[in-house]
């Protein structure tokens, strides 16, 4: 009897600790959830407050040298999306057009070779062309004409990539110059009131300090799409003089 009491408490007992145990978990995973949709809320209205923050803040800075600071960003990026665009575009696999050319050239002559090169866009296949069209006379010529006309698809390549680079050092200018005009807005307002007040020089410290992080953002974001821009003119003309030298080899084998 004693034996029965006893496991009728320990099963009392278990099933009193699950119970507890089974509200506690609901209890924890509510609040999880609670907790979970509280952050997830408080994300969504941090995300649209960064975005009227920067909204303010760029009206605060003042429409007059905040709005050309935009305006270089806005030319540099359409200038670099661009070039960028270009340089894809112009990119060949160098390997295997000069492969092809030489396949050609051995089969059907100049004619073929220059077909091959007529097909293919790039500034290496333009390279091939001129070269391979001046292949009747002497090797003297076609490599003259292959040295110039790469000077030419080089120009084209860095077509006015010189303006991001006038916008990257304008913009942080601007910005300093903000910077300076801030400093004296905030210097006259002390001298008109006579007396140093922090609330007459925060404004023109503020648009100071507002114009110039605006100022260096633009400069790094622009520098970033240059320095990408020169690495990869840098790989194209890697790849027609490499190019170059393949093709007054083949027409030195092809003379023969």
């Not at 803040?57 to 999306?81: D, N, S, T, W």
């Not at 002559?109 to 220059?114: M, V």
């Not at 601007?174 to 925060?202: C, H, K, N, Y």
């Amino acid at each position: 009897m004693k034996r029965l009491f006893s496991i009728l408490a320990i099963v009392c007992f278990m099933a009193f600790g699950t119970a507890n145990a089974t509200t506690n978990a609901s209890a924890i995973a509510t609040t999880v959830v609670t907790t979970q949709d509280d952050a997830a809320d408080a994300a969504t209205v941090e995300s649209e407050g960064f975005h009227q923050e920067l909204k303010r803040r760029f009206i605060e800075g003042g429409p007059g040298f905040m709005g050309i600071v935009l305006l270089c960003l806005i030319l540099g990026l359409a200038i670099a999306i661009e070039r960028i665009i270009f340089l894809n575009l112009s990119t060949t696999n160098t390997k295997k057009l000069t492969q092809n050319v030489e396949d050609a050239l051995q089969s059907g002559g100049l004619e073929a070779a220059k077909e091959v090169c007529r097909n293919t866009k790039g500034p290496v296949a333009s390279i091939f062309y001129q070269g391979l069209d001046r292949a009747d006379g002497d090797l003297e010529s076609a490599e003259k004409a292959v040295v110039a006309y790469g000077g030419v698809q080089m120009g084209q390549l860095e077509k006015n990539v010189s303006w991001i680079s006038l916008f990257i050092a304008l913009a942080p200018m601007l910005g300093f110059m903000g910077t300076v005009i801030g400093m004296i807005q905030a210097f006259d307002r002390i001298e008109a009131a006579g007396d140093m007040q922090p609330s007459l020089v925060a404004g023109g410290i503020k648009v100071a300090l507002l114009t110039t992080v605006f100022g260096l953002v633009v400069a790094i974001i622009l520098q970033i799409f240059y320095n990408y821009i020169i690495s990869k003119i840098d790989s194209i003309v890697n790849d027609m003089e490499d190019s170059s030298i393949n093709l007054m080899d083949m027409l030195s084998r092809y003379k023969k």
